[in-house]
C-alpha cells in the first residue's frame, strides 16, 4: 500500500530535497513551510514526475515557531491525506552568532524553531500515531548536537536538545509501536548558512536525501548523512580540539 509522509520545512534545501526523494519511491506527500508559494512550484515539480504521477501532494502553511498551531495544521493536514505513516521534522535555521555580540533575538529565533518548533512538531505527530497504534517519526538533528562550535552555541545546543528529545521519546514510545530515526547530517550545500562551500565533506541536498530516505525506510534508529565519511568521525566528535573550528568565517 502506498505510504504517506508529511515533511516539515519543504520548501527549499533539504526538505525539498526529500520531498522529491520520496514521490520518486512513490509516496504520498504532505508538504508543509511558511514560503506556501515555493511549496506550489515543488508540488507542480513532483506531479510532473513520472513515478510520481499517481501520487497526491497536499500543502500546509506552518511556521513551526507558533508552536500552539502545530498541532491543529498538522491534524487538518491528515484529514486531507487520509492517513499518514511518517512525519519528518525538518524545518530549522542557522545563522553565526557571537555569544554576548547583541544577537540574542537571533539565538532566541533558533531555539524557538529548531527546539520548540521542532518538540511540538514531534508532539503532534505523536499524538496522531498513538491513536493509530503505530508510526514513524523522523527528527532532522545534525552532527552539531555532538561538538562545541564556536559561534554556533545556540545552534548546537538546539540541536543537542532535539536528539536528546528524540532518544527519550523513542524509549517511551516503543510500546506504542511509534519508531524514531534520528538523522545527523555533516555539512550539506543548501541555503541555511552562506560560504557553505568553506565546510569539509559537503554534499548535496539531493545526496543527502537519497541516503535519509534509504535510513528511514530501513527504520534506522540513527542516521549519519553523509556516511562516508562522518561515521568513522562521529565516535571522536565529542572529543574535538577546539582549534579544528577556527577557520569559521564570521
Ligand atoms: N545544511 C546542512 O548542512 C545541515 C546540516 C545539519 C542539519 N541540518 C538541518 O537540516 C534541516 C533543513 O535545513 P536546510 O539545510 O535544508 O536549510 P534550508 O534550505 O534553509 O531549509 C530550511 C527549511 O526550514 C523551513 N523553516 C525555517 N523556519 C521555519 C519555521 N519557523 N516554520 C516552518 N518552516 C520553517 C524553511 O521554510 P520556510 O522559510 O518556507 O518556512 C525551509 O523549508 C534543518 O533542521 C537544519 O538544521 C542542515
Given at each position: 500500500m502506498t505510504k504517506t509522509v508529511i515533511i516539515t520545512?519543504?520548501?527549499?534545501?533539504i526538505g525539498k530535497a526529500l520531498a522529491l526523494e520520496f514521490a520518486k519511491r512513490g509516496y504520498n506527500l504532505g508538504l508543509t513551510a511558511r514560503r506556501v508559494d515555493k511549496l506550489k512550484e515543488l508540488q507542480t515539480q513532483i506531479l510532473a514526475l513520472p513515478q510520481a504521477h499517481q501520487s497526491f501532494v497536499e500543502l500546509a502553511a506552518m511556521d513551526v515557531k507558533a508552536t500552539d498551531t502545530v498541532g491543529p495544521v498538522m491534524d487538518d493536514l491528515i484529514a486531507r491525506l487520509g492517513k499518514v505513516d511518517i512525519v519528518v521534522a525538518n524545518a530549522g535555521v542557522n545563522q553565526l552568532t557571537g555569544v554576548g555580540k547583541g544577537q540574542l533575538d537571533i539565538e532566541l529565533d533558533m531555539v524557538q524553531t529548531n527546539l520548540l518548533g521542532a518538540i511540538a512538531t514531534v508532539h503532534a505527530a505523536v499524538a496522531y500515531f498513538r491513536k493509530m497504534g503505530g508510526g514513524h517519526v523522523v527528527g532532522i538533528s545534525?552532527?552539531?548536537?555532538l561538538t562545541a562550535i564556536p559561534k554556533q552555541a545556540a545552534y548546537c545546543a538546539t540541536k543537542a536538545g532535539f536528539s536528546m528529545y528524540l532518544d527519550c521519546a523513542a524509549i517511551e514510545l516503543k510500546k506504542y509501536k511509534i519508531d524514531f530515526t534520528k538523522i545527523m547530517p555533516g555539512?550539506?550545500?543548501?541555503?541555511?548558512?552562506?560560504?557553505?562551500?568553506?565546510?569539509?565533506?559537503l554534499v548535496t541536498a539531493e545526496q543527502a536525501a537519497k541516503e535519509i530516505v534509504d535510513q528511514v525506510e530501513k527504520r534506522k534508529s540513527v542516521g549519519v548523512v553523509p556516511g562516508y565519511p562522518w561515521k568513522f568521525i562521529k565516535p571522536l566528535m565529542s572529543s574535538m580540539p577546539a582549534g579544528v573550528w577556527k577557520y569559521i568565517k564570521h
Open positions: 520545512g519543504a520548501s527549499s534545501g545534525s552532527l552539531a548536537s555539512f550539506v550545500k543548501t541555503d541555511i548558512v552562506d560560504n557553505m562551500e568553506q565546510f569539509p565533506f
